[in-house]
């Protein structure tokens, strides 16, 4: 197997550019016990007794004569004061990307599912001390409702965080428009898009609210339907227990409704949900379970 698929006449690309072993209170509603029952399923890809496992890596879709990035990851040489364990990274991205076959000049799209750190990072990289857009010949496809949320001029609108943790995030959120995404509107590179957008004819964003504000999906049908969910989900034991979200959500209830409806519109699809964090296979078909979910087939991708 190999980081390389096929979806019907879409070829698909996983790129990895970091892992890391986060704690089982970044998902609060979740008892510890749920984790052990949990155990043969998600040990040991997953979890194990003290942490779960994810990795960041970004998604490129060859299709229609296009090709398009989902999501960008962290980004090297990054100040990230309310996420220290994602500063100051220096990783071989790019040449990932260009050992993958795709060049920065040669990227047509890329997709922003939401504005976190760990999303837009490779928007842009530094040159002569100045950030600038990363892939010089593509349109960023941002959420609009997240660039309003989180762009700096609508800190005092916003309101405070829910917690001090959460507050620090939301702060830390000025530096990161600062690196990764103000460059790229000022090279007018940026397209702003709301409700339903046709990427192309097998492509299509839809908004997925809960996660951020703008959080989106990105749906893919050249044959074989799949869809890229960002942090819809974070972990497999999200499938399981949809209702339970992932601290760094937004609005809590808003991302539980939201990751019951696209994945139950996965599993009437058949279609592939290909989350932004999974490591292993990276991502699978799911069927229904009463109210919950459950693996059905996982890509046929080389666990990584």
Do not use: K
Not at 107 to 121: A, L, Y
Not at 159 to 169: I, K, T, Y
Not at 282 to 298: E, L, N, P, Q, S
């Amino acid at each position: 197997m190999s980081d390389r698929i096929q979806l019907g006449a879409a070829t698909v690309t996983r790129v990895v550019e970091w892992r890391l072993d986060l704690p089982l209170t970044m998902f609060p509603e979740t008892p510890p016990e749920v984790w052990r029952e949990l155990a043969p399923e998600l040990s040991p890809t997953f979890w194990d007794h003290s942490s779960w496992h994810a990795v960041v890596q970004t998604w490129a879709i060859e299709v229609d004569g296009l090709t398009v990035l989902v999501d960008t990851g962290v980004g090297n040489g990054r100040d990230r004061p309310a996420m220290p364990f994602l500063a100051d990274l220096d990783t071989d991205f790019l040449e990932s990307l260009g050992a993958a076959g795709i060049s920065p000049d040669s990227v047509d799209v890329v997709v922003n599912t939401h504005i976190h750190t760990d999303h837009v990072g490779w928007n842009t990289t530094r040159d002569n001390g100045e950030w600038v857009p990363t892939f010089p010949n593509a349109r960023y496809l941002v959420p609009e409702a997240d660039y309003r949320y989180y762009h700096p001029d609508n800190a005092d609108a916003r309101g405070p965080g829910r917690s001090e943790e959460h507050q620090a995030r939301l702060d830390a959120s000025r530096i990161l428009f600062s690196d990764s995404i103000i460059p790229v509107a000022e090279a007018g590179q940026i397209e702003l898009w709301s409700e339903d957008y046709m990427v192309s004819d097998s492509l299509r964003l839809r908004p997925a609210p809960g996660h951020t504000p703008g959080s989106s999906v990105l749906w893919l049908d050249a044959g074989t339907p799949a869809v890229f969910v960002g942090d819809l989900t974070h972990s497999p034991m999200q499938l399981h227990r949809p209702t339970d979200s992932c601290v760094l959500d937004e609005d809590f209830a808003e991302a539980a409704a939201t990751r019951r409806r696209v994945l139950t519109e996965a599993t009437r699809r058949r279609a592939a949900v290909i989350p932004a964090h999974y490591p292993g296979h990276g991502g699978a078909t799911v069927v229904a379970r009463g109210d919950a979910f459950a693996i059905d087939d996982w890509l046929e991708l080389g666990a990584r």
